[in-house]
């Protein structure tokens, strides 16, 4: 517990958890701070940062206020990269662990439709699934699950091979374990922390591709998300370039908390290294 | 020696076929799950259809046989390079493809060797100098690549580059208002080159660049490299030659397995900086709904993949002496 406190107290631990501290706290004081729709046109187009105190981080084109669409554009980016990232997660440690503990035809067949979806390019696959499904925020979802499993699917399909053979396997095995029970009881509990500790990496990729989505236009059209604020500012990148910076310096901000806690739980999930 | 090469690149060759197989029945699925068929788009492009001429049409395309023998269809069509008919801009789809590949490359393959070229370098810097202040700046720099959207920092390039400086052009591949040719044309590519490769390697260069500090770090540590040193070579033998040879493989399996994510970035990069590649065609197809044309390009992009996978396979085998053996 101390060796935990410890490696949370280094610099990375801290700027991981203020980070997500930050994040957290924009989408869920969204409603409260900025109430109304945040794309309601409330004032003056192309106001810069600053300039009027009112609206701190200024207008885009048609009025809107850019604060109120990055907090709630927090909402929209944290949920998606949150929901997708636990569909990828599930959909990859199902079939991992499958693989992993019935071994044999079966753990060939999954393995190779599992190299299917590794070998179509991700991005492009997740622009197919919502172009031919439609733009909508669950669509966005299910591409981006449907494409990001494939290295949870490898990674929980090691796991369980080198925890299958442990002798509390085998023991519950002699025990007459029913097979199901088996993966679920004894195997994934002991190889599931490193499965979890990718998933934050996971979000934050998930959180990206949702961004770089949105900015082509595959996203609600009536749900405001940084990506499709990008997309609006880059209209005026010539005269108002911090129309597009200001929500992607959001994004980034939010990606580097998640790479870091990532990080900062992969130090604490390994015993030998140090803090 | 040679002949072991050439046997594992027949292997994996053949273990390819399935793979493919598989992404063409993906593909034969999406398409499927797009709601109205090819009557219903040729029938909307008409105005108005009679229940009658929509049976007939169906019946022209084959829609009114079951799913499997489409799907055959469909198969033998692709494996004889017909990838279908972009109904919107009237031309075969593997034409529009093929026209578009060549700029994508030019764009992919200069971006790939420029973030292993530069990824090795940096991480093998951060890992001599591992603690230092020099690391930690690597590492920082890394951390925030690795954290920047593609189309962001291409945004920003833009910004800087183009707009304040005006020392790069916006976009574009080549100047439209000079006619030029010969080493001026290329010259002017190039200069156009310069932002979206950079901004296409950038995610990968920080990529490549943790992975070799760690595992630069970890051959260092090596037997083999102890005995090196003993035996007086030179630091430069020792770090580059003994242990650099060794902590290229995972960069290698890594650049294989990402290559996915590099034609993913591709679109993007494109679309930022109006590059007429494949991305830029996608965009273009999904604006227009063009689903033939947009799923024909994710069939080439993933046969691209397992092309490059292939080579980085090959590529493997020649580092790796071990691989050979086996």
Same mark, same amino acid.
């Given at each position: 517990m101390s060796r935990i406190l410890r490696l949370l107290r280094t610099p990375r631990g801290i700027a991981s958890l203020l980070l997500m501290l930050l994040m957290v706290g924009m989408a869920f004081s969204a409603p409260f701070l900025y109430p109304g729709d945040p794309m309601d046109m409330v004032a003056t187009p192309s106001l810069w940062p600053g300039e009027d105190p009112e609206f701190w981080l200024g207008t885009d084109?048609?009025?809107?206020?850019?604060?109120?669409?990055?907090?709630?554009?927090?909402?929209?980016?944290?949920?998606?990269?949150?929901?997708?990232?636990?569909?990828?997660?599930?959909?990859?440690?199902?079939?991992?662990?499958?693989?992993?503990?019935?071994?044999?035809?079966?753990?060939?067949?999954?393995?190779?439709?599992?190299?299917?979806?590794?070998?179509?390019?991700?991005?492009?696959?997740?622009?197919?699934?919502?172009?031919?499904?439609?733009?909508?925020?669950?669509?966005?979802?299910?591409?981006?699950?449907?494409?990001?499993?494939?290295?949870?699917?490898?990674?929980?399909?090691?796991?369980?091979?080198?925890?299958?053979?442990?002798?509390?396997?085998?023991?519950?095995?002699?025990?007459?374990?029913?097979?199901?029970?088996?993966?679920?009881?004894?195997?994934?509990?002991?190889?599931?922390?490193?499965?979890?500790?990718?998933?934050?990496?996971?979000?934050?990729?998930?959180m990206l591709t949702e961004a770089g989505l949105s900015f082509l236009g595959l996203s609600d059209p009536n749900l405001v998300s940084w990506g499709s604020m990008i997309g609006v500012g880059r209209e005026a990148l010539r005269t108002h370039w911090y129309m597009a910076a200001i929500p992607g310096c959001a994004l980034i901000l939010a990606v580097l908390g998640l790479n870091l806690l990532g990080d900062v739980l992969d130090d604490i999930l390994d015993p030998r290294r140090q803090a | 020696m040679g002949g072991g090469i050439l046997q594992q690149a027949a292997k994996r060759l053949a273990q390819s076929v399935p793979v493919l197989f598989g992404v063409i029945l993906v593909n034969f699925l999406l398409m499927q799950s797009a709601p109205g068929d090819l009557a219903d788009v040729l029938a909307g492009e008409q105005g108005a259809a009679t229940p009658e001429m929509m049976l007939e049409l169906r019946a022209r395309f084959g829609l009114d046989q079951?799913?499997?023998?489409?799907?055959?269809?469909?198969?033998?069509?692709?494996?004889?390079?017909?990838?279908?008919?972009?109904?919107?801009? &009237?031309?075969?789809?593997?034409?529009?493809?093929?026209?578009?590949?060549?700029? &994508?490359?030019?764009?992919?393959?200069?971006?790939?060797?420029?973030?292993?070229?530069?990824?090795?370098?940096?991480?093998?810097?951060?890992?001599?100098?591992?603690? &230092?202040w020099v690391d930690g700046v690597i590492s920082v720099g890394v951390l925030l690549a690795y954290a920047t959207p593609l189309f962001w920092a291409g945004l920003m390039g833009i910004v800087l580059f183009a707009v304040h400086l005006q020392w790069l052009p916006v976009g574009g591949m080549r100047d439209p208002s000079a006619d030029l040719s010969g080493l001026p044309l290329v010259l002017d590519t190039l200069r156009h080159m310069v932002l979206p490769v950079c901004t296409l390697a950038l995610f990968h260069a920080a990529l490549y660049a943790r992975l070799m500090r760690a595992s630069l770090l970890s051959s260092l540590q090596q037997d083999y490299v102890r005995t090196a040193r003993a035996k007086g070579l030179s630091p430069w033998q020792v770090e580059a030659v003994h242990a650099g040879r060794n902590a290229l493989l995972p960069v290698l399996t890594m650049i294989g397995l990402q290559a996915g994510t590099l034609v993913g970035g591709g679109i993007l990069v494109e679309t930022v900086f109006s590059w007429p590649g494949l991305g830029r065609l996608a965009f273009d197809?999904?604006?227009?709904?063009?689903?033939?044309?947009?799923?024909?390009?994710?069939?080439?992009? &993933?046969?691209?993949?397992?092309?490059?996978?292939?080579?980085?396979?090959?590529?493997?085998?020649?580092?790796?002496?071990r691989v050979r053996a086996l």
């Open positions: 084109l048609m009025g809107r206020d850019l604060a109120a669409g990055v907090f709630h554009g927090a909402r929209i980016s944290l949920m998606v990269g949150l929901i997708a990232s636990i569909t990828a997660l599930l959909i990859g440690t199902v079939i991992g662990s499958i693989a992993g503990f019935a071994g044999g035809w079966l753990d060939t067949a999954l393995m190779r439709t599992t190299e299917i979806f590794q070998t179509m390019p991700p991005f492009l696959f997740a622009i197919a699934v919502v172009a031919v499904l439609g733009p909508s925020v669950e669509n966005v979802v299910l591409g981006i699950g449907i494409t990001a499993w494939p290295s949870i699917a490898r990674l929980a399909r090691t796991e369980v091979l080198s925890v299958r053979e442990r002798e509390y396997v085998a023991a519950a095995r002699c025990a007459g374990t029913p097979t199901t029970l088996l993966l679920v009881r004894h195997v994934l509990p002991n190889a599931i922390s490193p499965i979890i500790v990718t998933a934050s990496v996971l979000m934050a990729t998930a | 079951p799913l499997w023998v489409q799907f055959m269809h469909y198969l033998g069509n692709v494996l004889s390079g017909d990838l279908g008919y972009s109904h919107r801009l &009237s031309v075969p789809v593997l034409d529009l493809i093929l026209e578009r590949l060549p700029a &994508s490359l030019l764009l992919m393959v200069p971006a790939l060797i420029l973030a292993a070229g530069s990824g090795m370098l940096l991480g093998g810097l951060a890992a001599r100098k591992a603690g &230092s197809a999904l604006l227009r709904r063009d689903l033939n044309l947009l799923l024909g390009i994710v069939l080439v992009s &993933s046969v691209t993949v397992i092309a490059m996978n292939f080579i980085t396979d090959l590529l493997y085998g020649i580092a790796d002496p």
